[in-house]
């Protein structure tokens, strides 16, 4: 299958940055967009960056201007750069990738194990 793993998170004081990244791995996998969501405590998950083959990237309107999201196609990784973080952005943040493999041939949804960032002083 696609195995995808974050790493990066952690305990930060509001106004601090952390950079987020999720490689991914199997056999000839091939990513079509990728991104991250985020849970909350009481909350939905949420998507808070999006970013398709070509780069374009897509981001939760209370997230812009302060997270940076970035790919590198042929590692199959990403990296998320976030800045200026809130106690509200404190949640556990899963790597998402739509890919496929080369045991299958359709591509569907990914997930990582999630990687708890907490904002608070």
């Known amino acids: 299958q696609v195995q995808l793993v974050e790493s990066g998170g952690g305990l930060v004081q509001p106004g601090g940055s952390l950079r987020l990244s999720c490689a991914a791995s199997?056999?000839?996998?091939?990513?079509?967009?990728m991104g991250w969501y985020r849970q909350g405590p009481g909350n939905e998950r949420e998507a808070v960056a999006i970013i398709s083959r070509g780069g374009t990237t897509d981001y939760l309107d209370s997230v812009k201007g302060r997270f940076t999201l970035s790919r590198d196609n042929a590692k199959n990784t990403m990296s998320l750069q976030m800045t200026s973080l809130k106690p509200e952005d404190t949640a556990v943040y899963y790597c998402?990738?739509?890919?496929?493999?080369?045991?299958?041939?359709?591509?569907?949804?990914?997930w990582g194990q999630g990687t708890q960032v907490t904002v608070s002083s």
């Open positions: 199997g056999s000839d996998i091939d990513i079509n967009k």
């Open positions: 998402y990738a739509h890919a496929t493999w080369s045991g299958i041939n359709y591509y569907r949804a990914y």
